[in-house]
Structures are given as structure tokens and as C-alpha cells.
């Protein structure tokens, strides 16, 4: 064998190595939450009293009678810092065995079960929704729709998710669950007709979301069982309060309908918080968490009604300015590399990984008003500086 | 609170945002009735079987406008029935732990 010029074998088997892409390997951690989280409140409810009194009077005080509806409406609040619990308490006749519903934090689920589904193969995300639920889409020009569009937001679908103050017969969402569409939700959004070409625009739809859970029953199904998502996630984290409602067909509803208990919610958080493993094992398809939380081309391209907290990957809410669009990020007193998912009424899962800290809140904020940029720096300074 | 409004208070449930509407869609086959007695059917189901709180919590948690005019729980079978201006009325059964309440 003729060596090459000035190169040992064994420099070019490493050089070979580098070249390739570096495997990013599992958080390291001394415990894993399936069973429950390690507790720590006792001793930081003495070292913090000051900030988790300010925590409390921000996200605690009611006002009026409780059929007012009045101001914030907090029924649950978890801080998990650095693996343990450091602060929790409920409201409003919630405790820790109680489930809350979800409403679009279920989004940040479908995502997640995106991600899993990709990973054994079921689905790839350029894959068009009519491989999968071919039979459920009668207007063909939506075949052009891909797993991809529907995890951004641009499907392009013409769907209506508000009306607030309009006629509810044109609410898509009102539709879907609870008028015509509720008995098979997937068909009923899968023909919509287009507003945009596929990929080229960003709208906030639950009908995106519907239609991305229909293509994982139909890709997980006949492998998995109707309860794919326990097989794939639940059981892996130990969320054992997850309960799903499904639509007519017996189709999770993925936009909305997902319940559970708030230190099972933030099981789910500690899942992204280190990159999509479990037990020192790599469950996500690695990247994923990463590509989740980039701001996505559509909503820089051609948002429809950009709010001012709108700064979306896939399925999740971003603390990112959005280039072309905004510069200012949506909550900015947190550090920029927090996100969360979240739900009507003041539902949240926020991960700030920098400060390794999930907080999550459930709610029933009916008036509007509450800041989650204020929550969280709250929030922030119960655990600042905190071994 | 208009019937319009209140509807859109509890149908913004699915979305974190309200009020970003800007095309005009295809109506649908909707009324607010049916909407509001599926609504209320279906939500105190899960309220009551997978939450698990007060049929009073419950009440005040799925009160929308127009108010339905009964709510009946049946708890042997663990379903809601929701009825208003007697053509309208829905039920909403719990199925199981893992999949909630569904309308029928």
C-alpha cells in the first residue's frame, strides 16, 4: 500500500472523522423525572421568600367573584430548576393530581409526535399529505401540502382561526369543533380551499395542526395502535395523567384537546430542555429540538397578522425577533433562547434553556391581560443565582 | 355580551390569539345554538370527568352566551346533555382515561 505523502494512517482516519458531522450527545443528568421530580421547595421557599411573594401576587390575586371572570386566574404554577421542583402551588380548586386542559399547548405536542414519527421512518416531512390521507382530500390541489407546511403554518390554506366580533358562521375553528367539521376534523379542514401556494405564507391555524395529527394517526396506526402517542411519548416521560380527546373518527384532536397534570406538562418541557432524550437516550431525532425553535421561512416571508408575541418554529413560540418582519423580541426581559409552548387562557410551558428552567402555568385568564414576559421574569428571579 | 361575541370567547379556545381574522371565508353550516349546546356538552364532560372538578366549577367554567337552557350530568354513564329552545341539544359522553369526553 502506497502511504500518502507526509500522512500516517491514523491522522487520516481522524481527519475522516472530523469530517463528518459532530454527534451531539445526550444531556448528563443525575436523575430523570418518570417517576416523579426530586423536590426542593421546602429550602427554597426559606432562601426566596421575596421573590416567590412577588411571583405570588402577580399570578395569584384574584379579583371580584369567580363567574366575573375578572383579572388573572391562576390554577397552577411549576418551577422546575435544575432538575427539581422549587416551586409549585395551585388555585382555584386545582391540586397536583388534577389534569387542565391544554388548548393549543397541544400543538407543541403534534410537533414533538412529528419529530417521533419521522424518526421511525413513518412520515418524512416533505411527504404530501395525501400520501397518508390521500382518501380524505377531494379538493386534489391540496396534495401539494406537505408535513413541513403543516409544522410552519403555511399550508395556505383559507382558514378563518378568530372572529371575534364577526359572524360565527365563517369561525373555521368554531366549525371544526363543536359545528359541522367535528365528526371527521380532518376532512373538513383538508378541504379548505387555498388561499396561498403551500409553504409560501404563515397563518396561526388549528386546522394545520388537525390535519398534521390526521397524517400521524394514518402513518402510526396500523404499526402503533390508536394510541400512538402514548407509545411514543407518554409512556417514554411517564405522563401518565395525558389523556387526548379525539374527533368523531377517533383522531386525536392535536390542536387542542390534550389534558394533564402541570408536573407531567413539565415533563415535556425537560424532554426539549435536553434536546429531545429521555434517560440519557436520544428519542428525538437529533436536531430536532434545534430546527423546532428557528424562527421558520414562512412567517418571515408572508405572515398573515403578525402579533406582537408572534415569532414561531415549528409549533412553538419563539423569544427570536422575526428578520424582515420584527426586530424586538416578544418577551424582553427573558433571555432570548427561551421558548414555549402555549394555550388560550394563559396555558404555558416555558423552557429557558440558559438558565435550565421550565416553568409552567395553567389558567383561566377569561379577561385577558396577563404578560408572560412579566410571569417569567418573575419567575426568573426566584431561581436566579440558586445552586 | 352578544351571542357573536361570547361564541368568539369560547371558540378562540383552540388559538393562544383572538382578532386576527382578515379574509372573508365561506360560510359555514353553523348557528349559534348548535354551537353553544356542543360547546357546553362537550367542555363540561371533560370539566367534570377528566379534570375532575365541581359540577358548580363546571358550570361557571363552560357558561357562554347564549346560556343553553339545561344542562343534565347523568354520572352512571358519565354523559352531558345539553338542550336549548327545544331543537337543539347535544350530548357529550366520557369514553375513557386516555381519550376524555367526545360529542356523539
Redesign the interface.
Same mark, same amino acid.
Do not use: I
Given at each position: 500500500m502506497r502511504r500518502l505523502r507526509g500522512m500516517s494512517p491514523l491522522f487520516l482516519a481522524g481527519a475522516l472523522a472530523l469530517a463528518q458531522p459532530a454527534r451531539a450527545e445526550c444531556p448528563t443528568r443525575s436523575t430523570w423525572p418518570t417517576e416523579d421530580w426530586p423536590d426542593a421547595k421546602a429550602e427554597v421557599a426559606v432562601a426566596r421568600a421575596t421573590q416567590i411573594k412577588a411571583l405570588e401576587d402577580y399570578a395569584f390575586t384574584l379579583e371580584g367573584r369567580?363567574?366575573e371572570r375578572k383579572g388573572l386566574r391562576t390554577d397552577g404554577v411549576v418551577l422546575i430548576h435544575k432538575g427539581r421542583v422549587v416551586y409549585e402551588r395551585y388555585g382555584r380548586?386545582?391540586d397536583v393530581g388534577?389534569?387542565?386542559?391544554s388548548?393549543?399547548m397541544s400543538k407543541s405536542f403534534t410537533s414533538a409526535l412529528t419529530g417521533l414519527a419521522v424518526k421511525r421512518g413513518a412520515v418524512s416531512l416533505d411527504d404530501s399529505i395525501c400520501e397518508h390521507v390521500g382518501g380524505k382530500v377531494k379538493v386534489r390541489d391540496n396534495c401539494a401540502i406537505t408535513v413541513r407546511h403543516l409544522l410552519e403554518f403555511a399550508s395556505g390554506l383559507? /382558514?378563518?382561526?378568530?372572529?371575534?366580533?364577526?359572524?360565527?358562521? =365563517? #369561525?373555521?375553528?368554531?366549525?371544526?369543533?363543536?359545528?359541522?367539521?367535528?365528526e371527521d376534523m380532518v376532512s373538513f379542514v383538508a378541504n379548505h380551499p387555498l388561499?396561498d401556494a403551500p409553504g409560501t405564507s404563515w397563518?396561526?391555524s388549528?386546522g394545520d395542526t388537525v390535519l398534521l395529527s390526521g397524517v400521524l394517526d394514518a402513518a402510526l396506526r396500523p404499526s402503533l395502535g390508536r394510541?400512538w402517542p402514548?407509545v411514543l411519548l407518554f409512556e417514554v416521560l411517564g405522563m401518565k395523567s395525558?389523556? /387526548?380527546?379525539?374527533?368523531?373518527q377517533g383522531v386525536v384532536v392535536g =390542536? #387542542?384537546?390534550l389534558?394533564a397534570t402541570p408536573r407531567d406538562l413539565a415533563k415535556f418541557g425537560f424532554f426539549y430542555l435536553n434536546d429531545g432524550c429521555w434517560a440519557g437516550e436520544r428519542v428525538l431525532p437529533e436536531g430536532w429540538v434545534a430546527d423546532s425553535t428557528r424562527v421558520s421561512e414562512p412567517i418571515r416571508r408572508k405572515p398573515?397578522?403578525l402579533?406582537r408575541e408572534?415569532s414561531q418554529g415549528w409549533q412553538w413560540?419563539l423569544n427570536r425577533p422575526v428578520p424582515g418582519q420584527r426586530e424586538s423580541l416578544p418577551w424582553p426581559n427573558v433571555p432570548e433562547d427561551a421558548y414555549a409552548a402555549?394555550?388560550?387562557?394563559g396555558q404555558s410551558i416555558s423552557i429557558i434553556p440558559s438558565k435550565d428552567l421550565i416553568v409552567v402555568r395553567t389558567a383561566?385568564d377569561?379577561a385577558g391581560g396577563f404578560s408572560l414576559d412579566t410571569f417569567l421574569k418573575l419567575a426568573l428571579a426566584v431561581v436566579e443565582d440558586l445552586p | 355580551m352578544s351571542?357573536?361575541?361570547a361564541?368568539?370567547?369560547l371558540?378562540?379556545?383552540?388559538?393562544?390569539?383572538?382578532?386576527?381574522?382578515?379574509?372573508?371565508?365561506?360560510?359555514?353550516?353553523?348557528?349559534?345554538l348548535?354551537?353553544v349546546t356542543?360547546?357546553t356538552a362537550?367542555d363540561f364532560c371533560?370539566c367534570l370527568f377528566?379534570?375532575?372538578?365541581?359540577e358548580d366549577?363546571c358550570r361557571?367554567?363552560t357558561?357562554a352566551s347564549p346560556a343553553v337552557a339545561t344542562v343534565r350530568v347523568d354520572y352512571k354513564e358519565r354523559s352531558v346533555q345539553t338542550a336549548a329552545a327545544l331543537l337543539w341539544g347535544e350530548k357529550a359522553r366520557f369514553v375513557s382515561?386516555?381519550?376524555?369526553?367526545?360529542?356523539e
Open positions: 369567580d363567574e380548586g386545582f388534577k389534569r387542565h386542559l388548548w393549543s383559507d /382558514w378563518k382561526e378568530s372572529y371575534e366580533g364577526e359572524s360565527n358562521q =365563517s #369561525s373555521s375553528v368554531l366549525a371544526m369543533l363543536y359545528g359541522e367539521g367535528h388561499r397563518d396561526y388549528s394510541d402514548w395525558a389523556t /387526548w380527546e379525539r374527533d368523531g =390542536s #387542542s384537546y389534558y398573515y397578522n402579533g408572534d413560540w402555549r394555550g388560550h387562557w383561566d377569561r | 351571542a357573536s361575541r361564541l368568539g370567547v371558540a378562540c379556545a383552540a388559538a393562544l390569539s383572538c382578532g386576527r381574522g382578515d379574509t372573508v371565508q365561506r360560510p359555514y353550516d353553523n348557528n349559534d348548535q354551537l356542543s360547546y362537550k371533560s377528566v379534570m375532575q372538578m365541581s366549577y361557571r367554567w357558561a382515561e386516555r381519550d376524555g369526553c367526545v360529542l
